[in-house]
């Protein structure tokens, strides 16, 4: 089975932090993705990266930026922390574009 | 237009009926059509995906494409309490992303 293992389930933190969130794939697959998700809004992707050292932005990329320096993980940072931040951030991994996505748990982020 | 369109919901059908969602997408580029199940407070989990037009059944649940009519929907038969959820659609595109609906609410009522 796919395990995608996000690094917090739960994350509290300021205005003005930086915050990085974690996620690390064990099948060796291509495309990793971030989403946030909000009540009403569904799923909107903030970036993914089909390749290592790659990047591509999402619907909603401002604000955020994104590292992956090894295949298997991909982390996303927030710049400076803001409240509208607030959210629930998954995310997931696919072979390639044409195959399903797996998801992590999701990190619910809260900032203050 | 938005780029998949799910109906809006919320749905509700009575515990042992068919439960059907529909789901259109506007890009003609799409090859392979995802269904994902999204419990309250979980993240989306895989439970069909289609790539050819026509049925394709796996328990109680079929997927049915047509893409001429770009139009894909997913009926849930004998439904049960378990089945309530939020239901998301996710054709594939011609970019190197999924393109996700904003998801249909189910309620199956006992």
């Known amino acids: 089975d796919v395990k995608v293992t996000q690094s917090s389930r739960y994350l509290v933190k300021r205005t003005g932090e930086k915050v990085f969130l974690e996620c690390v794939q064990d099948?060796?697959?291509?495309?990793m993705f971030w989403y946030r998700q909000d009540p009403g809004l569904g799923l909107r992707l903030i970036y993914f990266?089909?390749?290592?050292?790659?990047?591509e932005k999402g619907d909603i990329p401002e604000g955020y930026s994104v590292s992956r320096e090894k295949k298997e993980r991909f982390s996303l940072i927030l710049e400076s922390a803001s409240t509208n931040q607030t959210s629930m951030y998954l995310c997931?991994?696919?072979?390639?574009?044409?195959?399903?996505?797996?998801f992590g748990d999701g990190t619910r982020l809260s900032i203050l | 237009q938005k780029e998949v369109e799910q109906n809006s919901g919320p749905l509700s059908v009575p515990e042992g009926a068919i439960a059907s969602l529909n789901c259109t997408y506007s890009?003609?580029?799409?090859?392979?059509f995802f269904w994902y199940r999204q419990y309250s407070g979980k993240s989306p989990e895989l439970i069909m995906f289609?790539?050819?037009?026509g049925d394709k059944e796996d328990g109680r649940f079929t997927a049915q494409l047509n893409k001429a009519s770009q139009y894909v929907s997913l009926l849930i038969r004998d439904s049960q309490p378990s089945d309530s959820a939020t239901y998301l659609c996710?054709?594939?595109?011609?970019?190197?992303?999924?393109?996700f609906g904003s998801g249909t609410q189910l309620t199956v009522l006992p």
């Open positions: 997931a991994s696919s072979p390639t574009h044409n195959q399903p996505q797996h």
């Open positions: 099948m060796d697959h291509e495309n």
């Open positions: 990266s089909y390749d290592v050292k790659m990047k």
């Open positions: 890009d003609r580029g799409s090859q392979s």
């Open positions: 289609i790539y050819s037009n």
């Open positions: 996710a054709p594939s595109g011609s970019a190197r992303q999924l393109t």
